[in-house]
């Protein structure tokens, strides 16, 4: 039994965590002034301790300190193999060992003022830690660890988020220089202390720093720390005993291939997985952010736990059977036997994981989809090479369309392409890339034909479908075949849509909904609403028989 979902325990480490970061981010940022002058660290120490030295603000700093530890002591103890992916493996380790790094400073800086009633200003604290070179060194270190462990956990949280590829780049400078700016105003508000510094060597004297304010017995202070130091090593190490403990019972998950992973009940199949060393595709890192991980469960099912809340939504989600399980989640109660949906093996998996996008993202794009009408006959009268070149003059005027607008192709099919704006812009930009593209690529294909008028029989006449929505992005296919493509409804429809100018003996058929979030108006155009497959609702249109002229209604472009 737990008392908490599994929901609510990410939720309160995230939000523990985010508390604590803004700690973490406003100290550094203190450290930093450093750069500028020993005056600047105190005021921004004054603005600092005014906030977080508060009644309200102690309350949330320790509570949430002490949440976090928890839950990650919690998430520790569910734990059924300590086999896990390097990141996971840094963040744990960094989160351990800061409570033993931080311990001296806490004590310095917290504990003993609270025994002495007198607080100490900038000058005093860097004159303590820069008393030794190990306290230095140590300090360093624990810097470093600090901000590694919220970079971790921050990625952790944001990878999976469709707006993270646009400011990754951002994201990552940030988590660079901020560290660098903190320990640079360590250093430089340290060397600034002047004839003090540097009358008392090159790390100060330890009894100098003594006599800079009153102190407490050093025996004391010597107690306290290792009194922390025992709690702290006391709780990790009881964690570690009571995930250990046989009483918690054991169950068999079995696998196709005959192997079986003996497991403590509480676990998750992914854990299992992980224990035996059995490969299993899990992106999003076994936190119910993806359905990589499913397994079907062919014996066992009955009486096992029902799908919490963020399990039952994914397989909602994807229209999952009965008997289809999320294994990160699927915490079996009994033996059970299950197959993983997603091969390792067979679906390229693991030269996925080492790509950008590998694990696939949901986003909102816009899809074009556009094809040669009547091409087949025009090619019947061609010699293959004639053919050939032809088409790859065709696919050239589309690529350059296409890119100079800023979308990607996504692929070639016959005579067709397939192309997808909005991987590194918001929707509204991708809607209007995908209309700017379709100007172009109409140009385009007047220009071929003005080219090759004395060798087609007929000029080549486009179909094109504009939709937008979202998409599942990410890489598919198998060994050399494995590319960057969007699989989803919204391709599907714009499918349709190209079909549907066809139909219509027009060059472009585009969803209302797109040119709307694209900002502009077609009034004057044909709209109609048409029906497609699997829906009740119908999708209104607009039909245009001329996409060259949509340059009329289109702001320029630079």
């Known amino acids: 039994m737990t008392i908490l979902s599994a929901n609510a325990r990410k939720k309160m480490h995230l939000i523990s965590g985010g508390a604590l970061g803004s700690f973490v981010l406003l100290r550094f940022f203190n450290h930093s002034l450093g750069l500028i002058s020993i005056g600047a660290m105190e005021a921004g120490r004054r603005v600092f301790t005014l906030i977080w030295q508060s009644v309200p603000g102690t309350v949330l700093l320790y ?29 744990i380790i960094f989160g351990l060992s800061l409570p033993f790094l931080l311990i001296p400073h806490v004590v310095a800086a917290r504990v003993e003022p609270l025994l002495t009633g007198v607080a100490a ?92 304010r009153p102190r407490v017995d050093p025996a004391l202070a010597e107690n306290i720390r290792l009194a922390f130091y025992a709690g702290f090593a006391g709780l990790i190490g009881g964690t570690l005993a009571v995930r250990a403990l046989p009483a918690r019972g054991r169950i068999r998950v079995r696998y196709p291939d005959g192997r079986v992973a003996a497991v403590s ?52 989600r994807i229209g999952a059977p009965d008997n289809v399980r999320l294994a990160c989640q699927f915490r079996p109660t009994q033996n059970v036997t299950v197959v993983p949906i997603l091969d390792t093996d067979s679906l390229g998996i693991k030269t996925q994981l080492a790509r950008q996008n590998g694990g696939g993202r949901e986003r909102r794009v816009a899809v074009l989809f556009c094809d040669l009408r009547d091409f087949t006959r025009i090619a019947e009268h061609k010699l293959p090479y004639d053919t ?61 034909n003005q080219t090759f008028e004395g060798e087609l029989e007929q000029p080549l006449r486009l179909a094109i479908g504009l939709h937008a929505g979202p998409a599942i992005v990410g890489e598919m296919g198998y060994g050399q075949a494995t590319s960057l493509t969007a699989v989803g ?33 077609l009034e004057g155009y044909r709209r109609m609403d048409i029906g497609l497959r699997g829906r009740k609702a119908t999708l209104e249109t607009w039909i245009v028989e001329d996409a060259a002229r949509l340059s009329e209604v289109m702001p320029a472009q630079d």
């Open 121 to 212: 200003d900038y000058p005093q604290i860097l004159r303590a830690l820069w008393s030794t070179s190990a306290g230095t060194t140590r300090q360093t270190i624990a810097l470093l660890f600090v901000w590694s462990h919220a970079c971790l956990g921050a990625w952790f949280w944001m990878r999976g988020r469709d707006w993270f590829p646009r400011y990754e780049f951002l994201l990552y400078t940030v988590a660079l220089l901020v560290p660098i700016f903190a320990l640079l105003g360590f250093v430089n508000g340290a060397r600034s202390l002047g004839r003090d510094y540097a009358e008392h060597g090159g790390y100060g004297d330890r009894a100098y720093v003594s006599e800079m």
């Open 63 to 91: 509570g949430a300190l002490l949440l976090h530890f928890l839950m990650a002591l919690d998430s520790l103890y569910r734990r059924q193999t300590l086999r896990m992916p390097v990141g996971e493996a840094l963040k």
């Open 265 to 316: 009940r509480g676990f998750s199949v992914l854990e299992a997985s992980r224990a035996a060393g059995i490969p299993h595709v899990s992106i999003c890192g076994g936190r119910g952010r993806c359905s990589t991980c499913r397994v079907r469960v062919i014996e066992g099912l009955d009486g096992q736990p029902a799908p919490e809340t963020a399990e039952r939504a994914t397989l909602t």
């Open 388 to 448: 050939v070149f032809l088409l790859n003059r065709y696919f050239a005027v589309i690529g350059e369309a296409v890119e100079s607008s800023g979308g990607v192709i996504d692929k070639f099919i016959g005579d067709g392409a397939l192309a997808i704006f909005g991987l590194k812009t918001p929707l509204p930009d991708a809607c209007r890339q995908a209309l700017a593209a379709t100007v172009r690529l109409s140009a385009g294909i007047r220009t071929l």
């Open 489 to 521: 409804d919204t391709i599907n429809t714009a499918s349709r849509l190209e079909g549907l100018a066809k139909e219509h003996d027009a060059e472009l058929a585009v969803s209302v909904e797109l040119v709307e979030r694209a900002g502009l108006s």
